[in-house]
């Protein structure tokens, strides 16, 4: 099949179906774009249906839907680049969340700082390696060798926010260049100076600066704010301007508005913080130390931890030490602790993968971001672990009077600085009632290791699952029991012609909650946000589409529980899904789950073998290649 030129075809298709001007709304499922026209007979469906590209057309249910096949997120996002439409209404195809309000905070930290795992991962062990190699007097910090590998490991850490408006601008349907702009004007280095300056202002209006290096949240909220503006921009300026003006209008208002309200509100909320916690440890040291041991990861995660750097700061100069320091020994390497203990009990070989080097640059060099945001707060369990470790080592270390002599990353390779000050055994002590609380916490509560799959995008791939997958794809799996059918007696025109491709049509049997399964090992190229459809394409090429149910994109995910990400390998009979038929046929949608062969006109054969009832994963497609 030749290749389809989606940038070509977007705007003849915008052209056919009687321009933006008729188009209300514009969206897509699995395989198709969904379009809700203001008059249909505007549109040239005979034309349309001739143009490259273009599977068929279906009319049904006020929806012109324009069936493309698996490449329709591509022509989707051709014609957000050309109209206002793609843009505004994308966020119809998002579910709404589920859960509490941290709940959605912890999934979205998660799916933000995924795509950088593994590099923060990486890095972290350049920062410990490092660390030890200083330490042992094998590498000066002075030396140029030591300044490259620092910048090295260091660099994502520091323009994380950089590194984040990728993520994020993808998350929130924003420019990800503009949202990359934004992040960078944030730790622009004549910006990051302002933050010892006396006196800023922004046209007369003064600023609180903040430094915003290593921060998550800012350029989070910031690209949330420019996925709006830049919709609204859109819509309202002329074709003509709207390429140059929409970043031009979206960096002048989003730079200094962030700069003006995130800085003032970190600030004082650093503050206020930090000066509590310094007066309670005047008045109660162990409710100061828990507190620092308990929350100090959290203060990371919300930037409120550089209103405390100048406090020590300032006590290491007077005094000499800083009592503030020490609990952060207890708060670091509980979670490091978690982390290991994740790695021992996870099932999951890629979760083993992150959690092994997350905690060994945790433990050496005092770099938690890899072990938080890839396993410990995705899992919550452990993360809770590592504070409830992190609050108890840091009382006791509060009440030997413990002080750290210098401005160290609380780690293993650290420990030297509490030799000085307060009583060292109950210091140490504290560390290790620290460690060991984070540690056989996590191993007693466990965690639910659907989370590591969702949240790491790590599933139960053995060696044996990958070799396994490379055999040929001769047999489908059903991925659900129920009764199998021919796709012909499908409702659905778009299944029932073929026109996708071969394959089998399973009506789910019962009510309530069933699971979905892969019907053959390989990767997952799409998983729609909604939950109803997801493609894997095997490692002989064989491209497959699970679809469950007809038309129930439009539920928006209500019912629909993924447990599987894009990119992510699966076996064959793994859970892709739960679906709750009750919602489904409560919304008056039909639950018959559609199992496809996209690429049917590159093989030799697709074959259903079965009318008949089936449970999941029993042979219901054989493919001859």
């Not at 321009?19 to 249909?40: F, K, M, P, Q, W």
């Not at 049509?505 to 892969?518: D, F, L, Y």
Request: with cysteine; proline share 5%; glycine share 10%.
């Amino acid at each position: 099949m030749a290749k389809v030129d989606y940038a070509a075809l977007a705007p003849q298709l915008l052209e056919k179906v009687g321009g933006e001007g008729n188009v209300r709304s514009i969206t897509h499922c699995a395989t198709r774009l969904r379009l809700v026209l203001a008059d249909e007979s505007k549109a040239a469906t005979a034309q349309i249906k001739q143009l490259p590209g273009v599977v068929t057309v279906v009319q049904a249910g006020g929806q012109y839907q324009v069936v493309i096949g698996n490449d329709v997120p591509m022509l989707y996002e051709e014609l957000g680049r050309i109209t206002s439409l793609g843009a505004a209404d994308s966020g119809t195809e998002q579910p709404a969340e589920e859960g509490n309000l941290f709940d959605r905070f912890i999934k979205l930290i998660s799916a933000l700082i995924h795509p950088v795992l593994w590099t923060l991962a990486g890095a972290g062990l350049i920062k410990a390696l490092l660390a030890l190699l200083t330490t042992l007097g094998w590498m000066s910090e002075e030396g140029t060798t030591y300044t490259i590998l620092n910048a090295a490991g260091d660099s994502v850490f520091y323009f994380l926010p950089v590194v984040l408006a990728i993520s994020a601008a993808r998350r929130f349907k924003a420019n990800e260049i503009t949202a990359v702009a934004i992040a960078g004007a944030l730790v622009y280095p004549d910006i990051v100076a302002l933050a010892d300056a006396d006196s800023v202002t922004f046209i007369g209006i003064p600023v609180v600066m903040a430094s915003y290096s290593s921060s998550l949240l800012p350029i989070i909220f910031s690209t949330w704010i420019q996925g709006y503006l830049e919709r609204w921009l859109k819509r309202v300026l002329p074709s003509t301007i709207r390429n140059f003006m929409v970043p031009l209008l979206v960096l002048a208002i989003m730079v200094p508005l962030v700069l003006m309200t995130i800085g003032p509100v970190t600030t004082a909320l650093s503050n206020g913080i930090s000066g509590g916690i310094q007066s309670l440890f005047r008045i109660a040291p162990w409710a100061a130390g828990a507190i620092m041991g308990a929350f100090w990861q959290v203060f990371v995660m919300f930037g409120i931890h550089w209103g405390f750097v100048p406090i020590m700061l300032a006590d290491y100069d007077n005094p000499g030490y800083s009592v503030m320091t020490a609990p952060l020994f207890a708060a670091v390497l509980a979670q490091a602790a978690a982390v290991l203990a994740v790695m021992i009990r996870t099932r999951s070989a890629q979760m083993r993968q992150v959690a092994g080097p997350a905690a060994l640059s945790a433990f050496l060099a005092g770099i938690t971001e890899p072990g938080i945001y890839g396993v410990n707060l995705p899992l919550k369990r452990p993360f809770i672990a590592g504070c409830i470790g992190g609050a108890v080592g840091g009382a006791i270390i509060a009440i030997g009077g413990g002080a750290s002599s210098a401005f160290v990353f609380p780690s293993l390779i650290a420990m030297p600085a509490l030799l000085q000050y307060g009583n060292v055994v109950v210091t140490f002590i504290g560390i290790a009632v620290a460690v060991v609380i984070g540690f056989v916490l996590t191993l007693v509560l466990g965690f639910n290791e659907a989370d590591a799959a969702a949240d790491s995008d790590s599933d139960e791939d053995t060696t044996e699952d990958v070799e396994a997958s490379a055999e040929p794809t001769t047999t489908l799996g059903a991925p659900v029991a129920g009764r199998a059918m021919p796709l012909e007696k499908v409702s659905d025109p778009v299944f029932s012609s073929g026109a996708l491709g071969g394959g089998v049509a399973v009506r789910p049997n019962g009510s309530g909650r069933i699971v979905v399964t892969a019907p053959a090992a390989g990767t997952l190229v799409t998983v729609m946000d909604s939950g109803h459809a997801y493609g894997i394409k095997t490692d002989d090429g064989v491209e497959l589409l699970v679809h469950v149910g007809l038309d129930t994109v439009q539920l928006e995910g209500r019912g629909f529980s993924p447990k599987v990400t894009v990119g992510q390998r699966v076996a064959r009979g793994q859970e892709l899904a739960e679906v709750d038929l009750e919602v489904v046929r409560e919304g008056g949608y039909d639950p018959t789950t559609i199992l496809v062969v996209t690429n049917t006109a590159s093989l030799a054969g697709v074959v259903p073998v079965a009318d008949a009832d089936v449970e999941a994963d029993d042979v219901v497609v054989e493919i001859d290649h």
